[in-house]
């Protein structure tokens, strides 16, 4: 393996060598309801499904030759600052902001994560696989080839539970696509002004789950999420 070097994410070792790891070990089984952000289709004005699993290539761990990826965060404050928080700068700055534009065109919908097994990146699990805190805020491409290195290792996890690298106290998920989560299904209580009701209901399918798709601008906690970002809302 690549030695670490500051600043610069090391590429991983080759698939056999990582498949020696005992991955398990520095995993968490994980559960609950969580948050996606997800932007409409111009054509239609539709929100896009948001469950995609991804093989694009476009974030960290969505490489083009995986099983395909979909990110969650554990709040709306979260999801917020995945999406945005490269763009809006310091508290103050003119650019700190939402416009009435991106509030109209994106929406949030929350998803019940049934118990799945992610490895935990924080503490010393990151030097236990031979990398660190780069494999969360370095180079994107990298990163990819270690979620290659999870994906298909044999034993088979679910993903990936993260430090937000716009908040270290913030944690997301970066699920696998994996038979046992799907076929999502729609589950309408899911809605951010009924989650009381749904916590009452017994859950016993693994599969994922997920509430109807709120508009952005529309969510009841928006306003108390901006207030603590501190991030205004412009025309």
């Not at 790891?21 to 952000?37: A, M, V």
């Not at 700190?96 to 699990?125: D, M």
């Not at 491409?141 to 999870?150: C, D, K, N, V, Y």
Request: charged share 25%; hydrophobic share 40%; proline share 9%.
């Amino acid at each position: 393996m690549q030695r670490k070097t500051p600043g610069k994410l090391n590429p991983p070792p080759p698939q056999a060598e990582f498949d020696r790891l005992p991955l398990n070990k520095w995993c968490q089984i994980i559960e609950g309801l969580f948050y996606r952000l997800h932007s409409h289709n111009p054509a239609t004005k539709k929100p896009w499904p948001p469950l995609h699993f991804s093989q694009k290539g476009l974030s960290r761990f969505d490489p083009k030759k995986g099983v395909g990826t979909v990110c969650l965060a554990e709040q709306l404050a979260g999801a917020l600052m995945e999406v945005f928080d490269d763009q809006w700068g310091p508290v103050g700055a003119v650019g700190r902001s939402l416009t009435k534009k991106q509030l109209a065109e994106y929406w949030v919908t929350c998803v019940q994560v049934s118990p799945v097994i992610l490895f935990e990146a924080s503490g010393p699990n990151l030097s236990k696989i031979g990398t660190d805190v780069q494999l969360l805020a370095g180079d994107h491409t990298i990163a990819r080839e270690w979620a290659l290195r999870f994906m298909f290792h044999p034993a088979q996890i679910d993903g990936v539970r993260y430090l937000s690298r716009h908040d270290n106290l913030r944690r997301n998920l970066a699920l696998f696509s994996r038979p046992a989560l799907l076929p999502a299904q729609k589950e309408r209580d899911l809605h951010p002004t009924k989650l009381a009701v749904w916590s009452m209901r017994i859950h016993s399918t693994s599969n994922l789950k997920y509430g109807p798709a709120v508009r952005l601008r529309d969510h009841p906690h928006l306003d108390e999420t901006l207030k603590e970002l501190e991030v205004a809302i412009i025309p």
